[in-house]
Each structure stands twice: as structure tokens, then as C-alpha cells.
């Protein structure tokens, strides 16, 4: 069984950062309840993973982040503090560290910047001011008398592992106001053998793209069938796109859809999924894990 990972945070989580961080703008102390709802945590929280691979453990310990001084006069005035919780992954191993905590960065930066994860962004100083702009927009946005409260969230979720290749997804979700939010979701592969970010390109053979988005396709017919009672209207309007968000699982590979890819925002983040008999010649022969292969 592959062991799971140890190490420090990249990029805009330094060594003193390598605990849960949950990050207000006031001195940390005990408070009442009535203050406690008046104030704006920034929760940096790190996930450890044990050795094992089959168990996650998490601890929690608190430092300070002290928003703009406008902000925190109009958090307390009106009671409606943004709520920023970011976690960061403390695995055994510090090269998965490296990237998803990178890749949890980019999606913060990001989301503030565009509402869509697209870049690598790992710079301490660029996510602190990304966060102060965030929390500073709820109020250069908003009428005086809104009660709407801007949320930001991101964390690192352990889906499991087949063979050697560790499995984890990216959640996050921002909140301006509106209708909903918008969530957003990424899968990170990792092999443990070559210590490298797995990605669809790494996973198919060469060649073979158009018989992949095929299969994809016809994943994706079914799944309309699911959701519409006219499918070809509904193809129409959500017509189909081929998404490179994969991850492995025990019965063949997942692809995701973030809101709005293939449906209305109420149909959420579709995943489509194809099986490993499908596959044969299309993926690589290692990504077929060892009960699977003949």
C-alpha cells in the first residue's frame, strides 16, 4: 500500500503557518458569543495525513490576520464580517504538499480575481492581498443596509488511493451575494513511484484523444437521459464539452464538470464516469489498477 505523506506548505503558507490557522483581526482571546458572531475568522486550517494512507488527522491551532482597519470598523458596525476559511494539506509527504498547496492558492486567487480557477499563483504576499481585497469588496459592492456576508473557502479533501496513485480533491466556494454561490472542485492525481502530478495527458495513450472524448460523449448521453425528459432539446442548450478533471477510481475513471460545463446550476458539478472495460487501449497500462488488469 502506497504511504501517504509530511512536510511544509508551499509557497504562501511558511513554516509558522504549518498548523490549522484560524486567523481573526482582533488578538486572540476568549470572547462572548455576541462577539464571537461580530468577527471575521480566517480559518487556514492543515490537514495531516498519517502514514497509513487509510486515516486522516486533524489538528487545529489559531494565529492572527488582521483585515484593513476600514473593514474591521464596518464588520463591527454592521455585524456581517466576511467569512474566509482556507485549509491547507500537512501530508508526509512534501513534494503532494507542493502542489496542492499551490494549487489551493491559485484556486483563492483566482476565484477573487474571476470566480475561475485557471493559474498557479503560490505568492505569500499576492493571496494576503487577494484576501483583504475580497473582504474589502463586500463593502464597495454592497448597499449599507445589505445583509449579505461574503464567504470564501477552499480545502483539501483525501479521496482514497488505488495502487500507488494517491487521490485528493481541491473544494472551494465563493459567496457575493445573489442567488448562490459558486462552488468549484478540481481532482489531483499523484504517483507515488515517479513523485509527479498525474493529469488526463499522462493517462491516455498517445493518439487516442478523439476515442477518449467518444467514450466521454456517450457517458455524457447517458447522463442527460437521467436529467431530461427531451435529451436532444437539452443537448442543444448544454451541449457537450470534454472536461480534462479526471481521477481514478476502483471501477474506472471519473471525469467533473464544474457548474454550468453541461447544465444549469442546479444540476451541480456532474461527474461522468467510464468504466475500466471500456478503457482497454486508451489508458495507459499502469493506470489500470492490479485487480483490473488480466
Known sequence: MAQLPS??????????????????????????????????????????????????????????YELPSTIQERCHTRQNCPKIELQYLNSN?????????????????????????????????????????????????????????YSLTAEPRYLGHIDDYELFEINAYTFTGGAHGMPYSEYLIFDQRTKRHVQLVDILRYGVKTRFRALAYDAYKDWVKTVAEDPERYEKSW????????????????????????????????????????????????????????
Do not use: C
Not at 509558522?16 to 461580530?38: C, D, G, N, R, Y
Not at 513534494?95 to 475561475?116: G, H, P, Y
Not at 480557477?117 to 463593502?139: E, G, I, M, N, P
Open 93 to 149: 509527504q512534501d513534494w503532494i504538499n507542493e502542489i496542492t498547496n499551490a494549487r489551493i492558492n491559485s484556486v483563492v486567487l483566482d476565484n477573487v480575481m474571476t470566480e475561475t480557477a485557471t493559474s498557479d499563483h503560490t505568492d505569500k504576499h499576492d493571496v494576503k492581498t487577494a484576501l483583504d481585497r475580497f473582504a474589502s469588496s463586500q463593502f464597495n459592492d454592497l448597499p449599507k443596509d445589505s445583509v449579505f456576508v
Open 7 to 64: 512536510s511544509n506548505l508551499s509557497g504562501f503558507v511558511s513554516a509558522e503557518w504549518q498548523q490549522h490557522l484560524s486567523v481573526s483581526h482582533m488578538p486572540f482571546k476568549p470572547l462572548a458569543s455576541s462577539m464571537i458572531a461580530m468577527i471575521s475568522a480566517v480559518v487556514l486550517s492543515v490537514m495531516t495525513v498519517t502514514a497509513n494512507a487509510n486515516s486522516l488527522i486533524h489538528d487545529t491551532s489559531y494565529l492572527q
Open 239 to 294: 451541449p457537450f464539452t470534454l472536461s480534462d478533471d479526471v481521477t481514478l477510481t476502483d471501477k474506472g475513471l471519473d471525469i467533473r464538470y464544474q457548474h454550468y460545463a453541461i447544465g444549469p446550476y442546479a444540476y451541480g458539478m456532474p461527474v461522468l464516469s467510464i468504466p475500466y472495460d471500456k478503457l482497454q487501449g486508451i489508458i495507459k497500462p499502469q493506470f489500470f489498477p492490479k485487480s483490473k488488469k488480466q
